[in-house]
């Protein structure tokens, strides 16, 4: 079975412009959900995605926003970039709610704004 | 106070060593989550546990639900054991198991 495919790995911009982050999902898995990890420090939940829909947020403001697709895989998109919002993007998918189920983690999206 | 906490932030260790990284929470949970996360940033899914204990070849994950405590335990610690270690886990209020909170990691050096 494929696991968790995250692209790009590393990407460079600067503040005020947008990003798009790309996460393919495990087969047999219809869950996304999405993490920001800072240096250092623990991921943090953005948000979950099940059924093409957002269906649980964590404490990011709207301009962090995602998409789900009907072979599951997802996207988080971030507008407006702050510098921090430097950070490893995580997504990870499972058979159902992401606290309530294991989870297979994609590498990250390494995301640096200047 | 954070939700999570882990003991110790930094853990050395001497190959062949019993480990043991521990996970305080403050809040009723519906599921632990053990992770692993080498350098370069890849999280591996260790555990999930609600009650009792796991093992799962060297590693073994043991939670007390009374007293909101978790441990891992490393058995015969090898250098390819080091990592940096996390415990999330997930809110069994209103509904909330879509949601994770992680520690901030436990990070393992193990020598040979």
């Known amino acids: 079975e494929t696991g968790v495919t995250q692209s790009p790995t590393h990407l460079i911009k600067t503040r005020g412009q947008q990003v798009t982050l790309r996460c393919s999902s495990q087969?047999?898995?219809?869950?996304v959900s999405w993490y920001q990890q800072a240096l250092g420090q623990g991921p943090q939940f953005i948000f979950q995605?099940?059924?093409?829909?957002?269906?649980g947020r964590g404490n990011f403001p709207p301009r962090f926003s995602g998409l789900q697709f009907p072979n599951y895989s997802s996207e988080l998109n971030v507008n407006a970039l702050e510098l921090d919002d430097s950070a490893l993007y995580l997504c990870?998918?499972?058979?159902?709610?992401?606290?309530?189920?294991?989870?297979?983690f994609g590498a990250g999206s390494r995301l640096t704004v200047l | 106070k954070n939700e999570v906490e882990q003991s110790p932030q930094n853990l050395t260790a001497q190959e062949g060593e019993f480990i043991t990284i521990n996970c305080s929470y403050s809040v009723g949970i519906s599921a632990l989550h053990w992770l692993q996360q080498h350098p370069g940033g890849g999280i591996v899914s260790l555990f999930m546990?609600?009650?009792g204990k796991k093992k799962h070849g060297r590693l073994i994950a043991t939670i007390n639900i009374q007293e909101k405590h978790s441990s891992l335990h490393i058995t015969a610690s090898h250098p390819r054991d080091s990592a940096v270690y996390i415990c999330a886990v997930s809110p069994n209020s209103g509904g909330s198991n879509y949601k994770l909170t992680f520690g901030k990691g436990t990070l393992l050096t193990v020598n040979p």
């Open positions: 990870a998918s499972s058979r159902g709610a992401a606290g309530a189920n294991v989870l297979t």
């Open positions: 087969s047999g898995h219809n869950t």
């Open positions: 995605y099940y059924r093409e829909e957002e269906n």
């Open positions: 546990l609600s009650s």
